[in-house]
């Protein structure tokens, strides 16, 4: 179910524990799939942007293109990278001890 805000419609997929990253990989990836916009991530102790989603098949694993937003510096891609500032992270940057919030934008097919 789709929630309107600002002109934009959006769904907000609730996670008890970061530890549900692992087992919302695939529908992370559908929704890049089919919306590619950007995905807003808060809870309980950090935010982050979420870019991308790779699940690999054939051993199991998910990894998540992440955009710390905090970052405040040049705009040196070489150095946003080097610092760990954006990069592709396993489910273990989640924490388990606390919940998230992301905000999936809901791009119109038509867009």
Known sequence: NAEYMGGLSFRVMDLASGAEFAQRGAELAEYFDSHGAPVMIGGGVLA????GVHCNAESGAIEFLILDPHYVGPESLGTIQKKGWVGW???ELFRRDTFYHLC???VPNDA
């Open 48 to 51: 982050y942007t979420l870019l």
């Open 89 to 91: 992270k396993g489910v």
């Open 104 to 106: 999936m934008i809901q």
